[in-house]
């Protein structure tokens, strides 16, 4: 599937909004009617939930407070599509998003598009000022996180079809050098965060200077053939590897394998968005959890690196192709304020048992991902387009 670039900071917003906003719809055309609603997990979101708050957040934070007469789409919509803004009002449950047969499908399409031509007739009266531009860019990346984010709820939802459907067939998985080495990192002082023109969240703000021992860092991510070692050694079955929350999650949900993992015929069989296939040898090993990734570098006599280091060292190794897990919780940079209203709730609340990942996905749209960007998720999650690079 085409993947949108991206360009300097305020340049030419409004094709970007119509090229954003078009992509997301692009991910969800392979989907049948009965794939928009289904929630099998918490974590997962239906699609048609994520056409809806997208769209919800242009209207709220655009359109409504900045212009004159504003009508609504649908009263109700505040209630079925704020995600976690308290600032804004009551809202339906996460874990009840696939209860919501109603709006249709085709109410949400009606509402993209009720939202869309509005925005571009705002777009057309007058010249945002800086702050609504701040506001825009914060909406078309916002979307773009929900882009991924559709990827691997849909990706979820069809693995766990018993029939195994494909979604479909472009989206590459990415090979890595057959070899890989170990980058060196002097000890130091260096420098993290975010500088420079363009943007980026709240929580990549806050540069600062981290001192760091000599480490090595892997030039590759960790491969299935590689992974597939751990598992035949006994590394699911061994708790020396493990932290004792891992460990015990290992035993309760009864793991043996990365998810979409099958073990038919006496051979490893993967789950793609192309379908059911042999797991491929060579392509960096995915959806993996934190207890999982951090089992595997012990196994391995390694560990995981830390954000700082992943940093510091990231313009000397290829990444991209998964998130890559660190050893680091995620918690605020040095100076980090929440914003006021609503905008502060974006980032800031949820610095509390996380871990940060770094890098991007091949879900990642273009013009996404940079070597600051603080993804996070909670130790157990792996539905994420998630792998390992190891650190000693």
């Known amino acids: 599937m085409e993947k949108i670039a991206h360009e300097p900071w305020g340049t030419d917003l409004k094709r970007r909004y119509e090229e954003i906003r078009r992509y997301s719809v692009q991910i969800c055309k392979p989907l049948e009617i009965e794939d928009y609603v289904v929630q099998p997990i918490a974590d997962v979101s239906p699609p048609k939930w994520h056409l809806g708050h997208t769209t919800w957040f242009f209207e709220t934070f655009i359109l409504i407070p900045h212009v004159s007469g504003y009508e609504v789409f649908d009263e109700d919509y505040n209630f079925v599509f704020n995600s976690y803004y308290e600032t804004v009002g009551s809202r339906v449950v996460r874990t009840d998003r696939g209860n919501l047969s109603r709006p249709s499908v085709a109410d949400v399409y009606r509402y993209r598009e009720y939202v869309d031509n509005k925005m571009l007739a705002f777009f057309q009266a007058a010249t945002p000022s800086e702050e609504t531009c701040k506001l825009l860019e914060l909406g078309l990346n916002h979307e773009q996180q929900h882009q991924e984010l559709l990827y691997s709820d849909i990706k979820y939802i069809l693995g766990h079809n018993p029939l195994f459907p494909p979604y479909h067939t472009e989206l590459e998985y990415g090979q890595r050098n057959p070899t890989t080495e170990m980058v060196a990192i002097s000890e130091g002082i260096y420098e993290i965060g975010f500088h420079g023109d363009g943007f980026c969240f709240d929580n990549e703000k806050g540069r600062h200077r981290e001192y760091l021992e000599n480490f090595e860092i892997a030039s590759q991510n960790v491969t299935n053939r590689e992974f597939i070692e751990f598992i035949a050694d006994g590394g699911y079955r061994d708790f020396r590897y493990w932290h004792a929350e891992g460990w015990d999650w290992v035993k309760q949900q009864e793991i043996e394998a990365p998810l ?70 995620y918690l605020p940079y040095p100076g980090f304020k929440k914003e006021a ?35 996070f998720f909670h130790a157990h999650t792996r539905w994420q387009f998630t792998g390992i690079r190891l650190a000693r």
């Open 341 to 375: 209203g609503a905008v502060g709730e974006y980032n800031g609340k949820f610095m509390v048992n996380q871990l940060v990942l770094r890098g991007a996905s091949v879900a990642t749209p273009y013009g996404h991902s940079r070597n600051t960007y603080r993804n």
């Open 260 to 329: 979409y993992w099958h073990f038919l015929d006496g051979k490893w069989m993967n789950y793609t968005l192309a379908g059911l296939q042999d797991v491929d040898s060579e392509t960096p090993v995915c959806h993996v959890s934190f207890y999982e990734a951090a089992a595997y570098a012990a196994w391995k006599g390694m560990r995981l690196p830390t954000e700082a280091e992943w940093e510091v060292a990231s313009e000397q190794f290829s990444w991209g192709k998964r998130w890559e897990w660190t050893g680091s919780a």
